[in-house]
Nanobody, 123 residues
């Protein structure tokens, strides 16, 4: 069992930065690939980025490549999403998710989800 709690969302101007955090609980956290997804108003949830259990590999959506960076600290059971050069189209609720032993962009392959944190980018 893994429980996830996101934090760090807020309101930022276009071009600004935010750092999202995802705190995990559970003894097996280090066996989970972790991902960030987002859902904008009126749209479906979309993949943003994922990282392997070891942190050795990552997978980014084209829309965030070069602007967002995912990292994890297994000792602290934390996952981070550094978001730079933010755009109004990045406005969404951001979700942290855990997939057992996987690096995946597929929403249905994630086993656990956080409650989400709102990110709003003003123009």
């Amino acid at each position: 069992q893994v429980q996830l709690v996101e934090s760090g969302g807020g309101l930022v101007q276009a071009g600004g930065s935010l750092r999202l955090s995802c705190a995990a609980s559970g003894r097996t956290f280090s066996r989970y690939g972790m991902g960030w997804f987002r859902q904008a108003p009126g749209k479906g949830r979309e993949f943003v980025v994922a990282i392997t259990w070891s942190g050795g590999s990552t997978d980014y959506a084209d829309s965030v490549k070069g602007r967002f960076t995912i990292s994890r600290d297994n000792a602290k059971k934390m996952v981070y999403l550094q978001m730079n050069s933010l755009k109004p189209e990045d406005t969404a609720v951001y979700y942290c998710a855990a997939a057992y032993l996987l690096l995946t962009a597929q929403e249905e392959e994630y086993d656990y989800w956080g409650q989400g944190t709102q990110v709003t980018v003003s123009s």
